[in-house]
């Protein structure tokens, strides 16, 4: 399987950006999907992730009422919307998978053995 994701570019705070990453090479019903950021000097964080099903939905507090994760089984793909963005938001965004028959979230990055290849975000006052 292949993640390939894009959406990420430099906004202004308060701005809205989408993140898409789309999969290939399985069957996307399969996957437990996750976003992921890293900041510069910070360590790789998880943001969002959704069930394999699409019907368990997790953020970081950090994240909680301005992005939303969701998953389109139908074009294999899982976005992230991101609104009321601000400069702390700046950071690389990964999207990740996993394939598996677990219902839940999968809240690690070990847990995740697919991943894409980042896209930036940047966030100015």
């Known amino acids: 399987v292949q993640l390939q994701a894009c959406g990420g570019g430099f906004v202004q705070s308060g701005s809205s950006l989408r993140l898409s990453c789309q999969v290939s090479?399985?069957?996307?019903?399969?996957?437990?999907m996750g976003w992921f950021r890293k900041a510069s000097g910070k360590a790789r964080e998880i943001v969002a992730a959704?069930?394999?099903?699409?019907?368990?939905?997790h953020y970081a507090d950090s994240v909680k009422g301005r992005f939303t994760i969701s998953k389109d089984n139908t074009k294999n793909t899982v976005h992230l919307q991101m609104n009321s963005l601000k400069p702390e938001d700046t950071a690389v965004y990964y999207c990740?998978?996993?394939?598996?028959?677990?219902?839940?979230?999968?809240?690690?990055?070990?847990?995740?053995?697919?991943w894409g290849q980042g896209t930036l975000v940047t966030v100015s006052s």
């Open positions: 959704v069930s394999h099903a699409g019907g368990i939905k």
């Open positions: 090479g399985s069957t996307f019903t399969n996957y437990a």
């Open positions: 990740a998978a996993v394939r598996t028959t677990f219902s839940g979230i999968y809240y690690a990055s070990e847990g995740y053995d697919t």
